[in-house]
């Protein structure tokens, strides 16, 4: 047989002189054909290198059985539980999974739902970058009724469905806590808050203090990018102040974590002279010595319902709309980081 010609299901009927149309039930895993036949014709398309022509197949069903995710980024512990939980669904679904990082850039953001789009995916889950500022990139997909889900962070939209947790909840929850343990004077590290997830953390905030009777100072609030270094610099921040806090809470585990560090570098007794909540519960919060108290917030659970709520769709279920959003649970972990009063 020519090495370049492609092997068929007719090559295969022909070997074993049996029906082109058992060969195809066989390949479909069709119960009409008997086990004994379905494994001579695997074995055999496997010797001989068939593959499965989806192409044609996706041409005739207009579906590529393929769903994808963009990212804002890949090396984050909560979205990586994200990611497993995502394909622990797609997979035994039958659907394929394509994942896009868009690196905290809209513009790359853009650009991943772009290729997405061409590769003609048949559902799109999105979790927003920091910077994006428009969600128009995706209303090719909605022209086409092709669905979007945004999850963590969102945007509204009356044809997009999110998946999130209460984050504003959870802020009152960490916030409330600090005071509960003697605090008063509060950083708050956040992200730019164009991201529903840190507008809210920052309304959660802002209402423990002012059900507390303690006013809201806006030189207590820290905006960056919440990496690594981030949390460093916010150390720095912090040292600065004219009269320094006496709780921080900042909005990602990594974050605080290395703002606690460098902290401590400097003398500062966590949590005895600042007491620190984080957000995420990452695997970094049992590390740091004292154990950082953070928000316990469901990344697979997350992928798994926002996979599953996409792939229903798909299936003739609920429509994608705004009123459908999904709030999924969360819980404050209260460690050491945090107990000035235990």
């Not at 695997?42 to 593959?51: N, S, T």
């Not at 997405?116 to 990139?137: E, K, Q």
């Not at 792939?311 to 459908?324: D, E, W």
Request: a neutral charge; proline letters at 4%; charged letters at 25%.
């Amino acid at each position: 047989m020519d090495k370049g010609k492609d092997v068929t299901i007719y090559d295969l009927a022909e070997k074993l002189n049996i029906s082109v149309a058992t060969v195809s039930r066989a390949l479909k895993d069709d119960p009409v054909v008997s086990k004994k036949t379905k494994k001579k014709i695997f074995e055999l398309a496997e010797e001989m290198g068939y593959r499965s022509n989806n192409f044609a197949r996706n041409l005739r069903t207009q579906r590529t059985n393929t769903i994808g995710a963009i990212l804002p980024r890949l090396n984050s512990y909560f979205m990586s539980t994200v990611i497993a939980g995502i394909e622990h669904v797609a997979n035994s679904q039958g659907y394929n999974l394509i994942i896009s990082q868009s690196s905290e850039s809209g513009e790359k953001e853009q650009q991943c739902a772009r290729t997405m789009f061409n590769n003609r995916v048949d559902g799109l889950l999105v979790s927003l970058a920091y910077d994006t500022d428009t969600i128009r990139h995706f209303d090719s997909f909605l022209k086409k009724d092709i669905p979007v889900l945004f999850f963590d962070r969102c945007a509204e939209h009356d044809q997009i469905t999110s998946v999130l947790i209460d984050n504003r909840k959870a802020a009152y929850e960490a916030t409330k806590h600090l005071i509960a343990q003697g605090c008063r004077r509060i950083v708050h590290i956040t992200a730019h808050t164009s991201r529903n997830v840190y507008t809210e953390r920052l309304a959660g905030y802002r209402q423990a203090l002012e059900e507390n009777q303690l006013p809201f100072d806006g030189s207590l609030i820290i905006r960056n990018n919440l990496s690594q270094e981030a949390g460093y610099e916010a150390a720095k921040d912090i040292l600065a102040m004219p009269r320094l806090p006496d709780g921080v809470f900042v909005a990602n585990d990594n974050c605080a974590v290395s703002c606690m560090l460098a902290l401590k570098k400097q003398g500062v007794s966590i949590p005895a002279d600042m007491a620190f909540v984080g957000f995420n519960n990452d695997p970094v919060s049992m590390v740091i010595e004292p154990n950082l108290t953070t928000i316990n917030y469901p990344g697979y659970e997350m992928g798994e319902v926002a996979a599953r709520y996409l792939i229903s769709h798909l299936m003739g279920g609920a429509p994608m709309t705004a009123t459908n959003t999904v709030l999924l649970r969360s819980e404050l972990i209260i460690r050491d980081s945090s107990l000035r009063n235990p």
